[in-house]
């Protein structure tokens, strides 16, 4: 019993909990004086306004617009801001006999989805964030055609998705479906799966998105051990009035003319379909939303396919304009076929490798069933609090396994008073699941409490805070050391605002990388059970300018950031197993690194302008990320050689220089999108660049064919291109026409596994 740690620690985090939670009841009161901040014209409550009392003290309104300032009977000055909106002075008596006041906001043009909520659990305008923030508006959502939430991300800068794991600015590498280091946020509630730790991307339900925000960077603090790389945070929405329908329906062809070596003739022609059916609703006091998708696709890969369904169930009442209480029902049933590796890099590009003995083929089930309750007490202390059931099945005859079940709470408080804002929490979860692929049964949970503090004072802000975890799986005990969160985001004068921000993190290994014992075919994936916790921090400056005159809005957004992990977990293929076992031993296995850094520089533009009729929108990111293996190269160690080789990293290196880089990262990542709309007309196109992954596992060539030819071919990186076009017909609806991948080019992204050649969609969308 000595070795468990939870006793003593439970005892810090307790000690530690304390000393925050006693400020939020201590404050000296005068008169309470409350507002609400509300949309003029629709009168929805306005999340994330600041509020300037008398030029000196900043509050922030709540999520339901809410604010409450403690202050001297008398007269008041307030000046409110809001992203989107006009500013607006107010002078107010304040007096207990009129504590309370309803300020109505007049939208002006804006870029949208400028209010962030991920990067630290409450309402932010994103030029005042202490980190990098990428968001996506809705409607992109709509208009490319996106399906799932792998796709969504992958239209932002610095992001690359690989067999479904996502890096962010060079964080991750190649992890075959295990230990995610970007946590998912789904409606407030952190959801991975317990065996693998990883994102179930096609689970959420992108047709009634009503925010998607990726903080890029280390955001542990908030969310946990998972989020060593960044979090994305997706809010599903409510109604906006009473009644809302919208069905949609799509039919994508990929094109036939694919050369004749590249894909047999006898194969069934590749194509993708589905739909969705959306209502919400509002009654009174209760808010409603059901939706229903479908989706079916025969993919340009032989052998695989997919065909899923989907219903998501979306409940709130709202007791009073301080209380309301929710449950979320999302369930989904998938039927997939997952290709690995081509046979070869012409005639066989398109054929899995070794016939179908590398096809993996999955009936699965997901469930997921939330309930939250949000409440601001009389003391204005904001209480969140959710509780979630997540459960995944795979179907196999009879045998329903391997089956996890994970339940999780999650509480967390907030207090503003003054210039400052207090905030805390705790987290806790409890899994069992069994798997024969990774060693049979297993069980854990884990413990964490969490503080956060933000002080704004003349120019500048300041945020802060620490976490502490516990964890257990099976007999293994693990407690993570305490991981801190620092920035500041200064303003020298309107509309140009400079940050800087530390921030660490910790992850255990998912069950999945510990005991994974599988085979595709001849290809072996071995267990590591000695597999360490990684540690890692990120660190960044960057600065956000924007422009506004009349119509016209533009910004830019540059970062030079720096990261640096140790014991860094890496899928590696190698010679794991005995010589004597097949294939000589050779296979994937999960290791550790010991030591790597990550450092790179991203630009971000955008620009939106009216004139008339006509709207114009563009957005275009670089990313240029320098990741190296200290233990691969140590004379990297130091910080000239480091510096030297960032610089000459920005052009076309020599084989040495790219000996010391880690595996499956691009250097060079570029996204390009422009949409132009008028009257019903609209027109847009996507570009992207993915420079060539500088540095593979060197076996991979051994065993699977035209590995070095391809690599040969495409020394210069990878040019996408997309075209949209749509058009809306007043009540009849709107039809769309998307072409991706133009020009045909044959691409992988992930090497030996061909991403999808030209492809024409047509979709229909019509809203009651």
């Known amino acids: 019993m000595a070795s468990n740690p939870y006793s003593k620690t439970l005892f810090k985090l307790a000690l530690l909990y304390v000393l925050f939670v006693v400020p939020f009841y201590s404050t000296a009161q005068k008169i309470r004086f409350e507002g609400k901040v509300i949309d003029a014209l629709s009168g929805d409550a306005l999340a994330g306004a600041s509020i300037i009392l008398d030029q000196v003290h900043a509050y922030t309104s709540n999520e339901n617009g809410l604010f409450t300032l403690t202050i001297e009977p008398g007269n008041h000055q307030l000046i409110i801001y809001h992203v989107g909106y006009r500013d607006t002075l107010l002078n107010v008596p304040m007096t207990s006999d009129h504590p309370f006041i309803t300020i109505h906001l007049i939208k002006k043009e804006q870029m949208l989805q400028e209010v962030i909520?991920?990067?630290?659990?409450?309402?932010?305008?994103?030029?005042?964030?202490?980190?990098?923030?990428?968001?996506?508006?809705?409607?992109?959502?709509?208009?490319?055609?996106?399906?799932?939430?792998?796709?969504?991300?992958?239209?932002?800068?610095?992001?690359?998705?690989?067999?479904?794991?996502?890096?962010?600015?060079?964080?991750?590498?190649y992890a075959f479906g295990a230990g995610s280091r970007v946590m998912m946020v789904y409606d407030g509630v952190p959801m991975l799966t317990s065996d693998r730790n990883d994102v179930k991307w096609s689970f959420i339900p992108m047709e009634n998105v009503e925010r998607i925000e990726l903080v890029k960077g280390a955001s542990s603090v908030q969310?946990?051990?998972?989020?060593?790389?960044?979090?994305?945070?997706?809010?599903?929405?409510?109604?906006?009035?009473?009644?809302?329908?919208?069905?949609?329906?799509?039919?994508?062809?990929?094109?036939?003319?694919?050369?004749?070596?590249?894909?047999?003739?006898?194969?069934?022609?590749?194509?993708?379909?589905?739909?969705?059916?959306?209502?919400?609703?509002?009654?009174?006091?209760?808010?409603?939303?059901?939706?229903?998708?479908a989706h079916r696709s025969q993919s340009w890969l032989q052998g695989e396919f997919a065909k899923r369904?989907?219903?998501?169930?979306?409940?709130?009442?709202?007791?009073?304009?301080?209380?309301?209480?929710?449950?979320?029902?999302?369930?989904?049933?998938?039927?997939?076929?997952?290709?690995?590796?081509?046979?070869?890099?012409?005639?066989g590009a398109y054929q899995p490798l070794n016939g179908t003995t590398t096809l993996v083929n999955l009936k699965e089930l997901y469930t997921v069933a939330q309930a939250n309750m949000h409440h601001f007490d009389r003391n204005n202390i904001k209480h969140t609090a959710h509780i979630q059931y997540y459960h995944t099945n795979h179907i196999n005859g009879r045998l329903w396994q391997p089956a996890t079940n994970l339940f999780s709470a999650d509480y967390h408080m907030q207090k503003e008073f003054n210039t400052w804002i207090l905030s805390g929490g705790v987290y806790t979860n409890a899994f069992f699941f069994r798997d024969d692929g990774i060693g049979?049964?297993?069980?854990?949970?884990?413990?964490?409490?969490?503080v956060q503090f933000e002080k704004a004072f003349n120019k500048f802000r300041i945020e802060g805070g620490g976490r502490m975890e516990l964890f257990r799986l099976d007999t293994?005990?693990?407690?993570?050391?305490?991981?801190?969160?620092?920035?500041?985001?200064?303003?020298?004068?309107?509309?140009?605002?400079?940050r800087a921000s530390f921030g660490q993190g910790f992850r255990f290994p998912s069950p999945a990388e510990r005991y994974v014992n599988y085979s595709l075919g001849d290809i072996y994936i071995y267990p590591n059970p000695t597999l360490l916790p990684e540690k890692g921090w990120s660190s960044e400056i960057g600065l956000r300018k924007k422009a506004s005159l009349g119509k016209f809005n533009a910004y830019a957004d540059w970062a030079l950031f720096l990261q640096g992990f140790t014991n860094m977990m890496e899928f590696s293929f190698g010679q794991w197993g005995n010589p004597s076992a097949p294939f000589f031993g050779l296979g994937f296995k999960s290791v550790n690194v010991n030591e790597a850094r990550m450092a790179g520089s991203e630009l971000e533009l955008g620009v939106q302008k009216n004139i008339g009729k006509l709207k114009l929108l563009t957005d275009i990111g670089y990313t240029y990320t320098y990741p190296v293996d200290l233990n691969a190269d140590s004379s990297l160690r130091s910080a000239k050689n480091f510096m030297q080789g960032f610089i000459k990293?920005?052009?076309?290196?020599?084989?040495?220089?790219?000996?010391?880089?880690?595996?499956?990262?691009?250097?060079?990542?570029?996204?390009?999108?422009?949409?132009?709309s008028y009257n019903r007309l609209s027109f847009g196109g996507s570009i992207k660049y993915y420079s060539r992954m500088d540095n593979i596992d060197s076996y991979l060539a051994l065993f699977i064919p035209g590995v070095d030819g391809y690599r040969k071919d495409h020394l210069q990186g990878d040019w996408l291109f997309d075209l949209r076009l749509s058009y809306q017909a007043d009540q009849y609806g709107k039809v769309a026409l998307i072409c991706n991948n133009l020009l045909n080019s044959f691409y992988a992204i992930r090497i030996a596994r061909p991403d999808a050649p030209r492809g024409f969609t047509i979709q229909y969308t019509y809203t009651l």
């Open 117 to 173: 909520i991920g990067a630290n659990r409450y309402g932010r305008a994103l030029i005042e964030q202490i980190s990098s923030i990428s968001t996506i508006n809705p409607k992109e959502v709509q208009f490319k055609n996106i399906q799932d939430a792998a796709q969504a991300i992958d239209q932002l800068s610095g992001v690359v998705v690989i067999d479904g794991q996502a890096s962010i600015r060079g964080g991750s590498g």
């Open 223 to 293: 969310y946990g051990s998972s989020a060593l790389n960044g979090v994305l945070n997706i809010q599903t929405a409510f109604a906006v009035k009473d009644d809302e329908t919208t069905f949609s329906t799509y039919f994508t062809r990929y094109d036939g003319s694919i050369p004749a070596n590249k894909i047999r003739p006898e194969d069934k022609v590749p194509f993708a379909t589905g739909g969705y059916l959306l209502h919400k609703m509002k009654r009174g006091k209760s808010d409603f939303v059901i939706n229903a998708y």
């Open 309 to 347: 369904s989907r219903l998501h169930v979306k409940y709130r009442y709202r007791l009073s304009e301080r209380t309301s209480f929710g449950i979320n029902l999302t369930g989904m049933l998938q039927h997939t076929s997952q290709f690995f590796f081509w046979s070869d890099d012409s005639v």
């Open 440 to 450: 049979g049964r297993h069980s854990g949970n884990q413990g964490s409490l969490f």
């Open 476 to 498: 293994i005990y693990a407690g993570s050391r305490p991981v801190g969160r620092i920035g500041i985001n200064y303003s020298p004068y309107k509309q140009l605002f400079l």
């Open 649 to 676: 990293g920005l052009y076309n290196p020599d084989s040495t220089f790219r000996r010391g880089l880690l595996r499956y990262r691009n250097r060079h990542l570029i996204k390009f999108d422009l949409d132009v």
